[in-house]
């Protein structure tokens, strides 16, 4: 199994940058697709952006292409969503998601992120 921690997240104005992280402990991230979510306020969850175990596969919701990147170093076991041009409608709670071969997932505690106009 594997266990991850979000950190990175906090308020900033439109138009800023923020990098969350996601660090991975226990089994290696290496083995997992790696992605990011978000969950606003009385909404669903809803996918941001995911990457495959090589980083070779990258996939973004329309919602954030052009303006999010998600990479990942796997010697660090961390993934990173790098979020630029942020705008209000991007406020929300952040959960990092690991997804192995079996189609198990795991996910962390979530950061919030929060965008002010």
């Known amino acids: 199994q594997v266990q991850l921690v979000e950190s990175g997240g906090g308020l900033v104005q439109a138009g800023g940058s923020l990098r969350l992280s996601c660090a991975a402990s226990g089994r290696a991230a290496s083995n997992y697709v790696m992605g990011w979510f978000r969950q606003a306020p009385g909404q669903e969850r809803a996918f941001v952006a995911a990457i495959s175990q090589s980083g070779g596969s990258i996939h973004y919701a329309d919602s954030v292409k052009g303006r999010f990147t998600i990479s990942r170093d796997n010697a660090k076991n961390t993934v990173y969503l790098q979020m630029n041009s942020l705008k209000p409608e991007d406020t929300a709670l952040y959960y990092c998601?690991?997804?192995?071969?079996?189609?198990?997932?795991?996910w962390g505690q979530g950061a919030q992120v929060t965008v002010s106009s």
């Open positions: 998601n690991a997804r192995d071969d079996y189609g198990h997932d795991y």
